[in-house]
């Protein structure tokens, strides 16, 4: 039912910053108790978890990028947003948003969307 779509560019050139839109449609991102995440997977490379934000605004990043990413959202038009700035080839990789279900006894990601490939490359 809740279908997640990742919109942005393919491209971008290194020292820029990168902004990838979520948008949600089959229910709202304010509900309980859901969390709204980016996660990310290189070449060669396991899934890395990104950044988050919760259905009451509460923001989540990775150490690892803490100092360079940055969450929102827009309740208005049910979007969440990811900007990476200061991109180097190293964030090669293909974006994907999901939803993550954070109950006390049921969590686990429980939506993805189908990803989008970005290039950092001058």
């Known amino acids: 039912q809740v279908q997640l779509q990742e919109s942005g560019p393919g491209l971008v050139k290194p020292s820029q910053t990168l902004s990838l839109t979520c948008t949600v449609s089959?229910?709202?991102?304010?509900?309980?108790?859901?969390?709204w995440s980016w996660i990310r997977q290189s070449p060669g490379k396991g899934l890395e978890w990104m950044a988050a934000?919760?259905?009451?605004?509460?923001?989540y990043y990775s150490p690892s990028l803490k100092s360079r990413a940055s969450i929102s959202r827009d309740t208005s038009k049910n979007q969440f947003t990811v900007q990476l700035s200061s991109v180097t080839p190293e964030d090669t990789a293909v974006y994907y948003c999901?939803?993550?279900?954070?109950?006390?006894?049921?969590?686990?990601?429980?939506?993805w969307g189908q990803g989008t490939q970005v290039t950092v490359s001058s």
């Open positions: 934000i919760g259905y009451s605004g509460s923001t």
């Open positions: 999901a939803r993550y279900l954070g109950d006390y006894s049921d969590y686990g990601f429980v939506s």
């Open positions: 089959g229910g709202s991102i304010t509900t309980k108790y859901y969390y």
